[in-house]
């Protein structure tokens, strides 16, 4: 029988070892898991990274931009403002890394049930018998 | 035993290969129906319910780049040469073929298009009518002369953004603008026991494939129902590599088919249709240089071709958008653009296909500036406002748009890659930059402000479709300048016909299925009825 810091402890180990990244390394997944979570809020709840983990080793996105945008990330942070001030015309590595992450972000949060849910306020996905259409007057 | 001689070999499953089987096999004939592909499960071999974050592992795994099963996927790579303009052809071997992956736009050409056809409005309404009936569809009456109603369920109604730009379109007509805004019509039953298949549950999954088979296919109901007469032997996996011919070159007496495992056959018949699509008829036609006297075959190729442009409309912030799933993306259409008072900048008119609402499978607009809350909010907020205009234009025919063979490159089997030369004309830029003014006129007089557009047409930002091919063998009274005769019987070959929309002697800007069916459905008839006075 487990007492409650036990089950806590396992509850850790346990969510640490749910996903082994397959196209980053374990310290640049956690890494670009924070970029992420300020570039979209909720992404890390709704596991983001690694939907774009999954699809980096097999392929869909360029893995070398992620290692080389999240090793200049790792290696001093700048604040998203200023990224994104220059997001239009990246100059840097990591602002350019700014829009690579940030377009994969949105694209596997709006994917996700979380996103779907808590962002979008989405409830689709249902048989309907009829569909309403607009159903509000709008000047 | 002598093998036995099928009244008719029908080569192509999709839209008018599924229905000349069936109407072939309802006259009594005994058919035989070649398919390249095999038979897919709906709901098993595509299944758009499915979770993307789930099912993406095994969607990797299985060498998929994108997150949810859909029956595109399943689509032919490096199966043609493209020339010039970026052409694009789409091909999906598989029981049904493209009627699997169609949109279900179900539109009749009217007596404006037909005046430039050898036959008229009225020889083609009884097959829409029956087609129409058979199909499901669902739509409502708005009385326009030249994309007439047909026999509809109830109809689907538009979102809000949509509304907008139907505002935005009545103003324009105020400006003496020959115009129409009207809903789409689809092949999806709206309502249960019209026709034998399930009521559309308004998933929006129709172009990705119809998990529930709601959506109108050659492969739920005219196949099954030409199985059900008996009469019917379908090739599955089978791809036909050359059609045979009597020794004076007269006739067609069968096609040679190479099965999945590389076993060959012959399939003897006294008839042969070929519906292979557009660019695929064409292509076994020249590889044999048959039913080519006029030089035709290839020739008059056109498509439907556009640009998308996106507005936002702030007066249906706040609306509900829990549910914006419905008919798929687009529930409604620009109409009646020049259909009397003709351009005088380019040839021809186009419609555009209009859509809205939050779609988190395929969100319209996937940026917005910044990070963090913010950026979230705005992003939602301009998915909850938008309404997306697709143009859909007469592709203008000319000798810079045609069907050849690669004198190279081969498929698997041997035959001759099919090349597609694709040049925009003139006329097309000068159409597509009418379109930009035109749409963006509508959102602003809808009370819009426009979020995209490409301001000015280009031949690079132009986007063909890709499964709206016709032309390739068109129908016509002289053997000179035509290849099939007005009932798709190819001048040159008494016992071949044409059952594909490649026979289209001119093409409006509406969507081709429902006219592809009906001809061929048309063709099909007159064939059964040569049969019976023994002509075949």
Not at chain 1, 110 to 122: H, I, M, T
Not at chain 2, 185 to 194: E, F, I, L
Not at chain 2, 359 to 370: C, E, N, S
Not at chain 2, 498 to 511: H, L, Q
Request: hydrophobic letters at 40%; one cysteine or more; aromatic letters at 8%.
């Amino acid at each position: 029988m487990l007492d409650r810091r036990e089950f806590v402890s396992l509850g850790a180990l346990l969510a640490a070892v749910d996903y082994v990244p397959r196209a980053l390394t374990a310290a640049e997944f956690g890494a670009a898991e924070e970029f992420v979570e300020l570039l979209v809020p909720g992404a890390k709840g709704a596991r983001v990274m690694r939907y774009i983990d999954l699809g980096l080793a097999h392929g869909v996105g360029d893995v070398e931009a992620w290692k080389r945008g999240v090793g200049e990330w790792m290696n001093g942070k700048r604040p998203m403002g200023e990224l994104a001030a220059n997001e239009l015309s990246p100059g840097t590595e990591l602002e350019r890394f700014f829009g690579v992450a940030k377009r994969a972000a949105i694209e596997a949060y709006a994917l996700s049930e979380e996103g779907q849910r808590d962002w979008l306020g989405y409830r689709g996905g249902v048989h309907l018998t009829a569909f309403p259409g607009c159903t509000e007057e709008h000047g | 035993m002598a093998k036995e001689i099928l009244d008719v070999v029908v080569v192509g499953s999709g839209p008018g290969g599924g229905i000349a089987t069936y109407a072939l096999c309802q006259q009594g004939l005994k058919v035989g129906l070649v398919e390249a592909g095999r038979r897919m499960i709906p709901g098993k071999d595509y299944n758009g319910h499915g979770s993307a974050h789930k099912d993406w592992e095994k969607r990797l795994a299985a060498g998929f780049k994108t997150p949810h099963w859909k029956v595109t996927d399943y689509q032919e790579k490096d199966h043609f040469v493209g020339v010039g303009d970026n052409p694009r052809h789409g091909l999906l071997k598989a029981l049904g073929g493209r009627s699997l992956c169609w949109a279900g736009h179900t539109l009749r050409f009217g007596p404006g298009d037909f005046a430039q056809w050898p036959i008229g409005y009225d020889e083609v309404a009884p097959y829409y009518a029956r087609a129409e009936r058979m199909m499901g569809v669902s739509g409502f009456r708005d009385g326009l002369w030249n994309m007439p109603d047909g026999e509809f369920l109830p109809g689907v109604p538009m979102r809000c953004s949509e509304r907008m730009l139907g505002k935005g379109v009545a103003k324009l007509r105020g400006k003496h603008r020959e115009a129409a805004f009207v809903g789409i019509r689809k092949a999806m039953p709206s309502k249960g026991g019209a026709v034998p298949r399930a009521t559309c549950h308004f998933c929006g999954h129709c172009m990705a494939g119809c998990e529930v088979d709601s959506k109108y296919t050659s492969a739920n109901t005219p196949i099954p129902m030409a199985m059900k007469t008996g009469r019917l032997t379908v090739f599955l996996q089978s791809t036909v590599v050359r059609v045979l011919m009597s020794k004076d070159g007269a006739r067609a007496e069968g096609v040679e088919i190479v099965r999945a495992d590389g076993s060959r056959e012959e399939i003897r018949c006294k008839a042969l249709v070929l519906a292979c699509s557009t660019v695929e008829t064409a292509r076994l036609l020249l590889a044999q240089g048959l039913a080519n006297s006029s030089g035709q075959v290839g020739r008059n190729l056109t498509s439907h071709f556009g640009l998308t442009v996106v507005g936002l409309f702030p007066q249906v912030r706040g609306r509900d958008a829990s549910n914006d799933d419905g008919w798929d993306y687009y529930h409604s259409m620009l109409s009646g653009m020049y259909w009397r008072d003709k351009a005088k900048k380019f040839e021809g008119t186009y419609q555009v296909q209009c859509g809205a609402g939050v779609h988190p499978k395929k969100m319209a607009i996937k940026w917005a500036p910044g990070f963090g809350e913010s950026m979230k909010a705005q992003l939602k907020d301009w998915n909850v406002t938008h309404a997306g205009m697709n143009m859909q234009g007469m592709l203008l025919v000319s000798k810079n748009k045609f069907v050849d063979l690669d004198p190279v490159k081969r498929d698997a089997l041997g035959m001759p890659l099919p090349r597609v030369h694709l040049h925009y004309d003139d006329s097309d830029l000068a159409m597509a930059d009418d379109v930009i003014e035109t749409c963006e006129e509508i959102i602003q007089l809808g009370g819009g402000t426009v979020h995209s557009s490409p301001g000015k047409a280009t031949r690079e930002n132009l986007v063909i479709d890709s499964n709206h091919w016709v032309g390739t063998a068109r129908m016509g009274t002289d053997k000179k300048t035509s290849v099939v005769d007005l009932e798709g019987r190819c001048h040159d070959v008494a016992n071949l016909f044409i059952g594909d929309a490649s026979v289209f002697p001119a093409y409006p800007e509406k969507n081709p299925t429902l006219t592809n069916i009906a001809l061929s459905w048309r063709m099909a008839e007159r064939l059964a009825g040569r049969a019976r006075r023994g002509e075949l």
